[in-house]
């Protein structure tokens, strides 16, 4: 599993994203053949690791700083890159703390960063290549075309799980219909669900890092991904044996804490939903609640779904109920038994045509 990035980072990416005016003083350093270290923040704890320079205080612009990068010393800037507070400073922190970078701009960086907790960013003038540092975490720039192309790959693989992801929901949902459901299929669905929210999630960070650039990545990304995770809750909150100290949420957190060895193992990815009786038998029967399949039905709201299920208990009995017994649930009515009695039946003839197919 690749770490994500901390909130700050993703925050300080955004900050020198394309289409930013922090990103385009940066560019202007790059194209001029010029290094630079920038500190982004002015708060106390900044000005007491600052030495000599000068005080600045104006407006902040792309010009101005990529004239300022001219001169040796760090720039100072304010946290939302509003205006350039100090130039030509001469950055003191503490030589104790640790770090791995071998140049002195790079090594400065980094230590004022985990020192201090700012984001800093280094220009390289030998290698023209821009570093973002937040507290122990460092995330060089890539250029434009790079990120778009590792997007438009990520994306071909995305559509590739999220097809595999359908076939597996569609067969659990004609299982379910005919209340057939194995605790192997089950895992089978989770398992999915989480390998798509990963790559999800790798290409979430790349359009933060595009910036404007990143607006169509974004378009398809939200066409191809749907209701995934919305999904993926119903149908833990159909299985899971659900305790005080176990819920929902604590499932969902775990399978998202689970290395990549761990996500292939579909005994581990079972053993979330906390079912009862002992030692995992995959082939063993178990029955839905109903929450998923009712959900797709059209207007029907969730408190109506919670009474429902409440009311029945599981999905083959609501299945098996008659109209008339949908209409004695709170929320319900007339017209409304009917929409989910005709909404199951198609549900569940989709399902297994789908499944057949």
Request: proline share 5%; glycine share 6%; charged share 25%.
């Amino acid at each position: 599993m690749i770490a994500r990035p901390s909130p700050a980072t993703l925050d300080a990416l955004r900050a020198v994203a394309p289409g930013r005016p922090l990103r385009e003083g940066l560019d202007r350093i790059l194209q001029a053949g010029k290094g630079a270290l920038i500190v982004v923040g002015d708060d106390p704890d900044v000005l007491d690791i600052c030495s000599g320079g000068f005080l600045l205080d104006a407006a902040f612009s792309p010009q101005r700083l990529s004239e300022l990068a001219k001169m040796d010393g760090a720039i100072i800037v304010a946290p939302d890159s509003s205006r350039i507070a100090r130039a030509n400073v001469h950055l003191v922190p503490d030589p104790n703390v640790p770090t791995s970078e071998t140049g002195t701009r790079h090594r400065t960086a980094e230590r004022v960063a985990r020192s201090i907790n700012v984001p800093v960013i280094s220009v390289s003038e030998d290698m023209a290549v821009i570093a973002v540092y937040v507290g122990d975490e460092k995330h060089p720039l890539e250029p434009t075309a790079r990120l778009l192309n590792r997007a438009n790959q990520a994306l071909q693989t995305l559509e590739r799980y999220r097809s595999r992801l359908d076939a597996v929901t569609s067969s659990l949902s004609a299982l379910e219909v005919e209340d057939l459901v194995t605790l192997r299929d089950v895992a089978a669905v989770l398992q999915r669900t989480e390998m798509v929210r990963r790559i999800a999630e790798e290409i979430e960070i790349t359009i933060i890092e595009l910036g404007e650039d990143g607006r169509l990545v974004l378009l398809q990304l939200d066409e191809l991904l749907g209701h995934v995770y919305e999904d993926g809750r119903r149908v833990v909150q159909d299985y899971l044996h659900e305790l005080p100290q176990w819920t929902i949420d604590h499932v969902m957190n775990e399978l998202a804490e689970f290395s990549n060895e761990e996500l292939l193992d579909l005994k581990a990815i079972a053993n979330t939903l906390r079912i009862p009786g002992g030692s995992l038998d995959f082939d063993r029967s178990i029955t839905p609640r109903g929450y998923r399949l009712l959900s797709q039905i059209p207007r029907i709201p969730s408190f109506v779904v919670e009474n429902i299920v409440e009311h029945f208990g599981s999905l083959p009995k609501i299945m098996r109920s008659a109209a008339t017994d949908l209409e004695q649930v709170e929320g319900v009515g007339t017209s409304r038994a009917k929409a989910i009695k005709e909404g199951l039946t198609r549900l569940g003839e989709v399902s297994i045509v789908d499944r057949f197919l």
